[in-house]
């Protein structure tokens, strides 16, 4: 195992998780004690649209995978239309490897309760939800009693600490379905509907929940706001790029000596990542990696020194996504990992569009002919060919990031597929496996 050096430390900045290893950190009694909701005094003090000029100075952007300015999104509710506001923090993380939400819920719940409050008092709403993954039963419990704590304290309710400032914060368990991180088909499941994306437009900062304008942010977005409220825009900017700001944390897993979270400055590397985990387990040499999540297009070995920002990330051809780095090495195999990945978004394909319904379910059966042995030359231009079709052809991003680890892996790794085809691999799944692939 390795030892970072003190210039790799130093990429450590915690700030989200600063509080995790305090005892008991999820009660309120520890939260106050270490600066809890001394932003919403401050936030409280404040006109709404100087709290939305301050995220967009700060160049908050999204925590949920696309990126995009949370000042911009905030900016877009329309003010003076007489329709109730709501925000709504999109906690249902449930994509193979990304795992950074559920612990920081657990942890540090009241952090994600003060911005919530914060951000309610920035878009003039006066009601507020936090959708989380059903099977998050403990982040949930810890989350819950949280808001109920806020509440003994006058930090939720009416006339938030004199303020005169009204919010009313629920949570809500959804029943599993990844479909639910798509924004509108949250708010559908929210709203008591089967969990389908909406056609767009309009956008939810218009037509969101109950037809009235809606922010939906990620759960680390939102956390991240008390921190710029107190330190400020500037502080907030000088960690990260210059158009990626701030830290992000990381989600290490796999084939690494010590897999976790690592909150660094936006524009940390793998390499560097690596280093601050141990290293690779022994015996293991690194083949390839996703930069977000298993909707992300794999990297390599040759992608160590990408620095993990939305920009550089997007510039070596794949997505920073949730930052959930899943590493595999010279042992394991990309065409396997593939088709894992694939027999998920095959499951979870919510089954409203043909492209993702129907290529995700044949993808996954000319995965299982090529795995067991009996795949074709032509089987590789079919799923290039069904890939074709699913991306951008989607009802929504779900389908799209069905699709990366399949174009990315015959991009990189097109030799593996050969191998199995052409016999110089043993077969890794058997003929009962195999049923209905043809």
């Not at 790799?8 to 998780?17: E, G, I």
């Not at 690494?256 to 293991?284: D, K, W, Y």
């Amino acid at each position: 195992m390795t030892t970072p050096r003190p210039e790799t430390l130093a990429k450590l900045t915690p700030v989200l998780t600063k509080r995790w290893l305090s005892p008991d950190a999820w009660r309120i009694g520890t939260y106050e004690k270490l600066d809890g909701y001394a932003a919403l005094r401050k936030a409280l003090k404040a006109h709404p649209d100087d709290l939305i000029q301050l995220v967009k100075d700060s160049g908050l952007r999204g925590r949920g995978g696309a990126g995009f300015p949370t000042g911009l999104k905030w900016g877009f509710i329309p003010q003076g239309d007489g329709k109730p506001h709501y925000l709504v923090v999109n906690a249902d993380e449930g994509e193979p490897g990304t795992c950074k939400d559920l612990p920081l819920m657990t942890h540090d719940p009241h952090s994600l309760v003060e911005g919530v409050i914060i951000a309610s008092y920035a878009i003039r709403a006066n009601r507020a939800y936090i959708y989380i993954r059903g099977e998050a039963v403990h982040a949930a419990r810890r989350l819950r009693n949280a808001v109920q704590e806020a509440y003994a304290k006058g930090y939720l309710g009416r006339n938030i600490l004199g303020s005169g400032f009204d919010l009313e914060l629920v949570v809500h368990s959804g029943a599993g379905a990844y479909i639910c991180g798509e924004e509108t088909a949250l708010l559908d499941s929210l709203e008591g509907f089967r969990g389908q994306p909406r056609l767009r437009p309009p956008f939810p900062a218009t037509h969101g929940l109950y037809a009235s304008p809606t922010v939906v942010n990620n759960v680390g977005t939102i956390a991240s706001v008390p921190y710029i409220v107190l330190g400020g825009a500037a502080w907030w900017k000088t960690m990260g790029t210059e158009k990626s700001s701030g830290p992000m944390i990381y989600s290490l897993s796999g084939r690494i000596a010590n897999p976790g979270q690592f909150e660094c400055s936006m524009g940390v590397t793998l390499r560097e990542l690596l280093e601050l985990a141990g290293g690779m387990q022994p015996g293991h040499n690194l083949k390839f990696w996703t930069p977000g999540g298993s909707s992300t297009p794999l990297l390599t070995a040759e992608h160590l020194d990408v620095p993990l920002d939305f920009e550089s990330v997007a510039a070596a051809g794949s997505i920073l996504g949730t930052t959930a780095t899943q590493i595999f090495s010279d042992q394991d195999c990309p065409v396997y990992a593939t088709y894992r990945w694939l027999e998920f978004y095959h499951h979870e394909s919510c089954g409203k569009c043909t492209p993702c319904r129907e290529g995700n379910y044949w993808m996954v059966r000319v995965y299982r002919r090529i795995l067991s042995g009996q795949g074709t030359h032509e089987d590789l231009d079919t799923l290039l060919d069904t890939c074709d079709n699913i991306l951008g052809r989607s009802f929504c991003g779900l389908g799209d990031g069905a699709t990366s680890s399949v174009t990315s892996s015959l991009q990189y790794f097109k030799q593996d597929y050969l191998d199995y085809i052409e016999g110089r691999t043993a077969p890794k799944l058997s003929d009962k496996q195999l049923v209905g692939a043809h």
